[in-house]
């Protein structure tokens, strides 16, 4: 069992850049609405590329779908990062490419500070994987560690600003009841408290290199680059899943079947039971075990 200790107890001092990165203005605070939100109006305000801000508590955190994001004070690497892309490079149907690129910098950076490596949930989640087998239940337990949230500002059809923010459970004393197989945090994956300065760095550290090879290649190179490794890092491909797919009010919809690849864009390729093959920009993606 891991050690009980105080939230942030095992943290180095907090820094203020990253050397060798963009990453120069590097914000700490005890509490704040949500990072995303406050970084999103920044941006709007002209803030520039690298701008980052990381919280021990968030008062009005957000997910996807609008879903609320909240954590005990100090018991989660709460941060967001403002990135400009330049237009050649990355156009707004290869937003989600960033989500990727965060994704995968934190799950580098979980296995440096704790030994751990999460898996990625597309579209923007970090599990540590379910076992697949058989069972009376055929959903597959995934246990979210992170969920990531990017939101972009466009101007005249091109990205000025992505703001990509995630929430990763490193210090939790327990998990809830209520989340209990649902759930889970960094240090008691690992038995041992996680430095969460540490692995913010590590985060950024990770996600700087892919990034840049996302800006560098015009020819696309650094996204398929980027792809690779997210298929190699995925919890979802090659499983079969069920999609609650992202629809007006009352229209929801699902769509069940083997998940098999990614797309240019980072969209979800999904292979259903008569073999037609959909392609999947946005949803909930639920995990199945095999038939």
């Not at 949500?34 to 021990?56: C, F, H, K, Q, W």
């Not at 050649?88 to 979980?110: E, I, K, Q, S």
């Not at 996680?194 to 913010?200: K, N, Q, S």
Request: proline share 6%; glycine share 10%; hydrophobic share 45%.
């Amino acid at each position: 069992m891991p050690a009980e200790h105080e939230p942030g107890q095992f943290d180095s001092p907090h820094f203020r850049s990253v050397a060798g990165t963009r990453f120069a203005d590097v914000e700490w605070h005890d509490a704040i609405g949500s990072t995303n939100t406050e970084l999103l109006d920044r941006a709007r305000r002209g803030a520039p590329e690298g701008t980052v801000l990381i919280a021990d508590l968030q008062t009005a955190g957000r997910g996807r779908r609008g879903r609320r994001w909240t954590a005990p004070p100090g018991t989660s690497l709460m941060m967001s990062v403002l990135l400009r892309p330049p237009p050649d490079r990355l156009p707004p149907t290869r937003a989600a490419l960033v989500t990727l690129a965060v994704g995968l910098a934190a799950a580098d950076a979980c296995e440096q500070v704790s030994g751990i490596r999460p898996l990625l949930k597309w579209p923007n989640d970090l599990v540590i994987a379910g076992a697949d087998a058989a069972g009376h239940d055929a959903v597959r337990h995934d246990r979210k560690l992170a969920g990531i949230l990017a939101e972009s500002i466009s101007t005249q059809g091109l990205l000025s600003a992505v703001v990509v923010g995630m929430g990763l459970n490193s210090g939790w004393p327990q998990v809830p009841a209520e989340l209990e197989g649902v759930a889970t945090s960094l240090n008691l994956e690992s038995g041992a408290p996680v430095d969460r300065t540490l692995l913010a760095r590590r985060v950024l550290e990770g996600l700087e290199a892919r990034y840049e090879l996302l800006c560098r290649a015009a020819d696309g190179a650094g996204a398929a680059a980027l792809l690779d490794e997210a298929r190699r890092n995925s919890a979802t491909l090659g499983h079969r899943v069920r999609v609650s797919l992202d629809a007006p009010a009352g229209e929801g919809n699902s769509l069940e079947g083997v998940a098999g690849d990614l797309d240019a864009e980072g969209r979800l390729l999904i292979t259903d039971d008569a073999g037609a093959v959909h392609t999947v920009a946005v949803g909930d993606v639920v995990h199945l075990r095999p038939a």
